[in-house]
């Protein structure tokens, strides 16, 4: 963007490109990188890609699209008629899903994911070598994270053995230990009887709740009187005989004797009293942990090595939806009448024909020219009232977002008109018109005019116009927080000029803040703002 402004791209081109630059022809590969790169227009946007309804999630983005495009370009809130037609401009909800069918058949997400998380769509810009070395290095990875896995099954295995072995003498040591006992009681007792803490306290805290428990009654029972030695003797035969009872099988099953199958229930209970947490740093404690996470370091290690191609945030041309149906009231699972893709009626030049859309691509590109076209009326309008805001404080059009009946009227109706004229003529040149606006008697004004406010013949204009609406002064204007900050750096030499490349020292989809440990959230970089 900032290129296309710097090298004065003309307007309709840059249009053009941010919307449907992956479906433009390109003679040079730095002409297509660049047509790529434009539409990350269309992958940027406040999203939720961590929504567990996919469906929604994906008309969610198309809604953003729509209104991002129907505002920033077209000065129109489209994103009133997900629901309903517009209360207040003559956009029905039909024009709405015709505009939606046009970026339904266009693919905005990857099909990568990390758990729930879904990513953003990228054009590839790796070379073949890069994706050999991105290839090799997901392969060692996996084998890595293979082995890790390999290590956690066998000591979670180790470790089942282990409790299941021991399970009376927990249930034995259970007994010395009160309902509420803290850590450091039940280490005492663990290191004394040489079994592991954490899991003599699981069991006891589960105890602690199950005294309505069948399996674990005659346990109550014992240890109100302190009988210590007589559950190890009540549940030690159970135990060894449950074991003994499945131990042959690969799969082992429920013993069939009441008895025996309490007990290995009660052994197997996956939130038992003898229950193995999921996370390893809870399940493994002592030297069983520490290989762990000397491995998971290792893991983690060659996984910050791993090469980072690059790419560009996008989209591109996915399943084409010929026509989408109405979603009553914005929901998808109440479908009305299909509505063919299509344009705004209210826009177009001539109401008699429909536009016609190839039958192989998403329209993206016909929608793109549609606006760009120098008979639009909406498109130059909009670009020239934002110059203007730009320059003068406020648009012509104070509401540059809005052009519709809500919006504000401008208080110089041909003004407008008559640049909007300029621009498409001047080969919608941008800087033109920064040079014709900054030019102008208008722009050049003082901010005080000698005559108002002072004794005078004529009307005074403060009186008249005391909003500065019809421009008879210059309006006095804030400097942006941008802008001051840019003329602190450059007082102090420290302003960077560089443009283009990485201004994020992270790695692609690498997380900024992830509500625990890890927060990037910082900006202090001497490269100039944009504004």
Known sequence: ?????????????????QIAGDLLPHASNGERVENLAATGYLALGA???????????????????????????????????????????????????ALAAIFKSTKSLSEEKMGAIKFWYEHSLATPEQLEAKKKHD?????????????????????????????????????????????????????????????LLTC??????????????????????????????????????????????????????????????????????????????????????????????????IERQAPDPPALMGVKDGSISKSLPIHIRGSYLTLGKAIDRGFPEVMRASLNSKPVLPSKQSGRLELARWMASSEHPLTARVMVNRLWRWHFGAGLVKTTDNFGPLGEKPPHPE?????????????????????????SATYQMASAHPSAGQPSSGADPLLVDPENRLLWRANLQRLEA??????????????????????????????????????????????????
């Open 1 to 17: 963007v900032v290129k296309a402004f710097n090298d004065d791209k003309p307007y309709d081109e840059f249009l053009i490109q």
């Open 47 to 97: 999203r939720v890609l961590a929504e567990p309804d996919v469906q929604k999630m994906e008309m969610d983005i198309i809604d953003e699209q729509i209104d991002s495009l129907g505002k920033a370009f077209l000065g129109m809130t489209f994103g009133c008629c997900r629901c309903h037609d517009h209360k207040f401009d003559p956009v029905p909800t039909a024009d709405y899903y």
């Open 139 to 199: 392969a060692l990875v996996a084998a890595q994270n293979s082995k890790l896995k390999q290590l956690t099954t066998q000591l979670r295995n180790q470790l089942k053995t282990e409790l299941h072995g021991n399970a009376a003498r927990y249930l034995a040591a259970a007994v010395t230990l009160p309902a509420d006992a803290k850590f450091s009681e039940v280490e005492k007792v663990a290191k004394a009887e040489q079994l592991r803490p954490r899991y």
């Open 204 to 301: 006891r805290q589960y105890l602690a709740r199950s005294v309505d428990h069948p399996f674990f009654k005659k346990w109550h029972e014992l240890a109100s009187q302190g009988k210590k030695a007589a559950v190890l003797a009540h549940y030690s035969p159970l135990f060894a005989q449950a074991l003994a009872a499945t131990a042959k099988e690969k799969t082992p099953a429920k013993p069939t004797e009441p008895t025996l199958a309490a007990a290995h229930e009660a052994l197997n209970d996956i939130a038992g009293f003898l229950a193995i947490p999921d996370k390893d740093a809870n399940a493994f404690d002592g030297e069983m942990l520490a290989g762990v996470e000397q491995m998971q370091n290792e893991v983690m290690k």
């Open 415 to 439: 003004l407008p008109d008559w640049l909007a004229r300029r621009f498409i003529e001047s080969g919608w040149s941008v800087k033109d018109m920064h040079r014709m606006m900054m030019k």
């Open 482 to 531: 941008e802008q001051i900050r840019d003329a602190m750096l450059a007082v102090g030499g420290t302003l960077s000029l560089e443009m283009g490349g990485k201004t994020v020292p992270l790695r692609n989809r690498e997380f900024v803040f992830n509500h625990t440990s890890k927060d990037r959230t910082q900006y202090e970089t001497p490269r100039r703002a944009l504004y």
